[in-house]
């Protein structure tokens, strides 16, 4: 029973890093590009990052953004828990031998 508990604790704070890890790193550098747009002499370089990333985004969420990272959020997830059954699965597998 400790080791269906480990394997649903352990499933579930990968889905939230491996969720939450691209959502900051995109955001981020979003905001770093939004910054930069501010700066004079490089301000060309942050608006034209800007679009690139939207529109990176935009291909991914049906026109939308914010829907494309959190599709990218999402499938990260999944991608992430796959991995943490299989290393589980993998673990108690060695241990039984």
Do not use: H, K, W
């Not at 704070?13 to 691209?22: C, D």
């Not at 955001?27 to 910054?35: I, K, S």
């Not at 990260?76 to 828990?81: D, I, L, Y």
């Amino acid at each position: 029973m400790a080791t269906v508990s480990n394997l649903f604790r352990s499933l579930l704070l990968s889905i939230l890093l491996s969720f939450v890890t691209p959502v900051l790193f995109l955001g981020g550098v979003l905001g770093t590009l939004l910054t930069v747009s501010y700066i004079p002499g490089i301000a060309l370089l942050g608006q034209l990052g800007q679009e690139l990333i939207l529109s990176f985004l935009s291909t991914f969420g049906e026109g939308y953004p914010l829907q494309g990272m959190l599709t990218i959020g999402v499938t990260c997830a999944m991608v992430g828990g796959l991995f943490d059954v299989f290393n589980f699965y993998l673990y108690q597998d060695v241990r039984g031998q």
